[in-house]
């Protein structure tokens, strides 16, 4: 009866349940792991940098969100299977046509437990539980599974690449029926005046988009008067900030005989208020256009699907209040750690993939053309509790400069920019503001 059960078991399928992610998995010493030749040989760990042969299809037995010690399957790009061979204790290849038992692997988190994000380090360990997945000398030679005990050979930082958490974003904004039709993605990667290519959705046309437009425009009913209402803009997946601007006007136009045809009053630049997402899945999403001051995040927060991110209105190079909500892939760490720098994020966003969340239908659900909220759906409103505070950057040191607090929680109030103290000059005119916004109740 023991010899039967071991044969059947060498053949289960992969659950049903199963959810895929793209995933590459980075050694100790930097390098990547690797289905050499795409798949149908060997796996190392040889490169130092992230191309094709280095993604796998992380498959998740578990399905919905990938948690420490769930079971996995890796698919090379050939589609074969990494595998153990042995159980474990021996070399891993990517050679295997369908999997089962020597094709498993439980996924732990290194340091704690929970929800597995892009960027976290983990160890793997095969069917035979004795034995752990190593990267020979911590990367540039074999990955085999030898060792018996977790090192720093056998840590891994894991890429989330693929698509969002559960392959779905939900609406970026609070009242999504306060938009009008969206304007769509530039599928056509050429420069010209009539080249913009709209892509289909749910074989219907979409309404329209223009030459190297790289995101997705909600424009937001009522204009200038809305504005000063205050339309909430929301995380449209969980996922730490990488990048906050803040502080620009946010009353540009279209003006035909303007540069670039736009005029932002008080101004001759075009700067955005916006803040841009590394999400759990590893892709970036930013939120520009937003009112100023209206930012209600820092960097390095982490945020949930539904969390405040700002405010609608006509930041930078905007004709009319809306949001653009741009989809972008994996970025690397120097490329991340520029566009949180000064540095142009033109030039970082595009060296990136554009994601056009309508074409892969990434939105949870649709009515008409505007997405649909699958979180923080109770929110009832803009309405918050602010403090405000100056702090100057002074050495090693944060000192408090003042502190601006609004009327007692209960009471909606309007965010108002601090006024200018003697602290922006005690610490040589670099002041930061942070602020702390509690929901309160309010209809």
Sequence with gaps: MNKIFVLLSLVLPVSAQAENFEAAFQTWNGNFFRAVNGGGGRLDAQPTQLGQDEKFTLVDENGEFLNHGDSIFLRAKSENYVVAEGGGGRELNANRQAGSVWERFKIFRVSGTGKIRDRDWVYLQPMNIKHYVSAENG?????????????????????????????KLSAPMQSPKAFMMPIGVDHDRSQGSWDADCKNFYDRPFPGCYDQHEGTDFMLLGHRKAVDKGFDVIAAAAGTVVKVDDGFTDRCYFDPRAPDNITCPGTDREDANYVVVRQDDGQYAFYFHLKKWSVAVVKDQRVECGSLIGQVASSGRSSAPHLHFELRGAMSASDEAALAGN??????????????????????????????????????????????????????YWTACSILQGPLSGTCVKFRRPPATGCEKTCNDVCRRVTERNPVACN
């Design 139 to 167: 990367g540039g030679s074999t990955v085999h599974s030898k060792p018996t005990f977790v090192g720093d050979f056998e840590k891994f930082k894991i890429r989330l690449l693929g698509r969002p958490v559960l392959n």
């Design 343 to 396: 540095f142009d994020y033109v030039e970082v966003r595009n060296r990136t993939a554009m994601v056009d969340p309508y074409e892969p239908d990434l939105w949870i659900a649709q009515s008409s053309l505007i997405p649909k909220k699958f979180c923080n759906v109770n929110n009832p409103g803009s309405c918050f509790e602010e403090k405000t505070k100056l702090f100057c950057d002074s050495g090693a």
